[in-house]
């Protein structure tokens, strides 16, 4: 039996218990080495507390757990017999918005916890607006602190009920919800005496049966072309092949293709994996695609189907989040990268910036600042094979770069381009 990876990442407000939350994650689900958790044992008793703080099993950087917050984005791996983890736990406070977008950027679902004693307050909301921004397919709301509120069903319902609302406004499908409480371990590994009265998966057996990876071989297949192998051997001295990664889609041999930008096409003529030919390839496989005719193709072009290539611009618009110190201003000139390709390009017009409770736009200073959200418009030197985000979060993506130093300026979500 193949063992998948879901990749999810953790939002919370700040105190709303999310490090708990996670440490207590990883410790019932045996997921602490020894060693790791007397580190655990020793900090605590330093810190005057009788029982171990889980949540320093989360806070990796001495500032952080000095100062009591967790400031960036910790990456965890972790597995059960059902599935492998990605856990990508991000800062709760507004200031690091653009470290929940570099968690949940590639997350294929969202845990976003709240204090039941508090409820669906604002961050609540930028954080479902965020993850609602980046396409993330699900989100688990998960009200902690239970014990606090008696176990009462119905606060855990009114914030069930008022969070789903509003984040099936922003378009997420996909909720669910779970009571919990990370500091005793109900409903986090194991069901909780205190709440008989809910029925659905603790949080772990919610992500060990979620499913995983079936939006992306539902799209038409892309294949950024990486690297052009020809290792001209006495024994094969015409051979030209063009790896990469299918990012999304599966690809067929005796398939027309076209390759982007230059818009020619050809017909696949053997996709080899691993050093072995196969008939079909899909997403997120690496090989080797070879094709019928000599054309010319390069690190950085893109082979598609040609029934489902996607169009060719030069003219970018998209939504952005701003990541560095540095604003983003009309008229400064940036390296563009999209997949393997990168390009020169000019931002034209900053027209707006999206207030992130919900996703509602307005003007905006002609320049983003660290942690702004907003509309832009990039002009490239080069045309580029761009698919809305909308459509494929790995082709419709993107990365603007200072090209003094190589700064990321800011990471963009691309419009439709047809």
């Avoid at 922003?170 to 986090?188: E, F, K, M, W, Y």
């Avoid at 499913?211 to 990486?226: L, S, W, Y």
């Avoid at 110190?325 to 000139?333: A, E, S, V, Y």
């Amino acid at each position: 039996m193949t063992i998948d990876t879901l990749r999810f990442a953790t939002a919370g407000s700040v105190d709303d218990g999310k490090s708990t939350l996670v440490g207590r994650l990883l410790h019932d689900s045996k997921a602490v080495l020894a060693d790791q958790m007397e580190a655990v044992e020793r900090a605590s008793l330093g810190r005057g507390q009788e029982a171990p703080d889980l949540a320093l099993l989360t806070d990796g950087l001495r500032a952080e757990r000095e100062q009591g917050i967790t400031i960036d984005v910790a990456y965890r791996y972790f597995a059960t017999p059902q599935r492998r983890f990605i856990l990508a736990d991000t800062p709760g406070h507004v200031q690091y918005t653009r470290n929940m977008v570099t968690g949940a950027s590639t997350a294929d679902l969202a845990v976003v916890l709240v204090d039941a004693r508090h409820g669906v307050v604002e961050q609540t909301r930028r954080h479902a607006a965020v993850a609602a921004l980046l396409r993330v397919p699900q989100v688990v709301l998960t009200v902690n602190k239970m014990d606090l509120v008696g176990y009462q069903e119905s606060v855990f319902a009114a914030i069930a009920e008022e969070f789903t609302a509003y984040a099936t406004q922003l378009g997420i499908r996909q909720i669910t919800t779970v009571p919990v409480s990370a500091l005793d371990g109900d409903n986090v590994v194991e069901p909780s005496r205190n709440m008989d009265w809910y029925g659905g998966p603790t949080v772990l057996e919610h992500l060990e049966t979620v499913p995983v990876g079936h939006r992306t071989n539902d799209e038409p297949a892309r294949i950024p072309v990486q690297y052009v192998i020809r290792p001209q051997t006495a024994e094969n001295p015409d051979y030209r092949g063009y790896a990469g990664q299918i990012t999304s889609g599966a690809l067929h041999v005796g398939e027309p293709v076209t390759v982007l930008p230059s818009g020619r096409t050809s017909t696949v003529e053997a996709i080899d994996m691993l050093g072995e030919p196969v008939g079909t390839a899909w997403a997120p496989q690496s090989v080797t695609v070879r094709l019928t005719d000599g054309i010319d193709v390069s690190r950085g072009d893109l082979i598609a189907p040609t029934a489902t290539a996607p169009t060719v611009t030069r003219e970018v618009g998209a939504t952005v989040c701003h990541v560095a110190d540095r604003p983003l201003t009309i008229g400064q000139r940036v390296l563009l990268k999209h997949t393997t390709r990168t390009v020169k390009a000019i931002v034209e017009e900053i027209p707006s910036r999206l207030a992130l409770d919900d996703l509602s736009q307005h003007p905006a200073p002609g320049e983003l600042v660290a942690n702004d959200i907003g509309r832009v418009r990039v002009r490239t030197a080069e045309p580029l094979a761009l698919d809305a985000y909308a459509d494929s979060r790995r082709t419709g993506s993107f990365l603007l770069i200072d090209p003094a130093d190589g700064t990321t300026l800011a990471a963009g979500m691309a419009d439709a381009t047809g």
